[in-house]
């Protein structure tokens, strides 16, 4: 069976410092890969979605990156925090050719201080 | 722009009440899903449906394509519903538009 998995579960950092987030699935092979994010109050935002491995498409402009240097691994980077990145991090699977239906990780919860 | 409304923002019920959320979406779409979110963050998908109607348990959603409109049903609630309901839809693409969720509190 497919698993998804997302670590940190929580995460606080101050302003100015980096971030990595990793986000792996198992069970599938060449999954569509996506990162979204849930600011307080609001609904989720897809930040990033990838095809395959290298192919990262960028739904917003904003402090963050993201790479796929694995087939099952999902990496949401930024260089320097800032406040407005707190929130709630979710990455997503879909099979490839089904697109419609996607598979949640356990999210990550940034709190920017 | 595509926009997915959902209403009520808030729900709150007493135990064994039958709820209804309701989604409503301005363009045609591929698929629409229902997601549940608990406290702690964590996103289960409860269906994904583009007609008709599903029933899982005492989960029933079903969608009106001509007028843009799908409901989530909870019959005989439990206070375990209590969480964030979100309704999502798709657009022939493999992204997906959130709707801001309905908060529903169920009370023993």
């Known amino acids: 069976s497919q698993t998804i998995h997302q670590w940190p579960a929580t995460l606080v950092q101050p302003v100015g410092s980096p971030l990595s987030l990793e986000c792996t699935v198992e069970g599938t092979s060449n999954p569509n890969l996506y990162w979204y994010r849930q600011a307080a109050g609001r609904g989720l935002q897809l930040l990033f979605y990838?095809?395959?491995?290298?192919?990262i498409s960028s739904e917003v402009p904003q402090n963050l990156s993201a790479s796929r240097p694995q087939d099952r691994q999902f990496i949401l980077s930024s260089k320097k925090l800032l406040l407005s990145d707190s929130g709630f991090y979710l990455c997503?699977?879909?099979?490839?050719?089904?697109?419609?239906?996607?598979?949640f990780g356990p999210g990550t919860r940034l709190t920017v201080t | 722009k595509n926009e997915v409304e959902q209403s009520p923002q808030n729900l709150t019920a007493q135990e064994g009440e039958f709820i209804t959320i309701n989604c409503s979406y301005s363009?045609?779409?591929?698929?629409l899903h229902w997601l549940q979110q608990h406290p702690g963050g964590g996103i289960v998908s409860l269906f994904m449906l583009s007609s008709g109607k599903k029933k899982h348990g005492r989960l029933i959603a079903t969608i009106n394509i001509q007028e843009k409109h799908s409901s989530l049903h909870i019959t005989a609630s439990h206070p375990r519903d209590s969480a964030v309901y979100i309704c999502a839809v798709s657009f022939n693409t493999d992204k997906l538009i959130f709707g801001t969720g309905t908060r529903l509190q169920v009370f023993p």
């Open positions: 997503a699977w879909s099979v490839t050719g089904h697109p419609y239906e996607q598979y």
């Open positions: 990838s095809v395959g491995i290298g192919q």
């Open positions: 363009v045609g779409i591929s698929a």
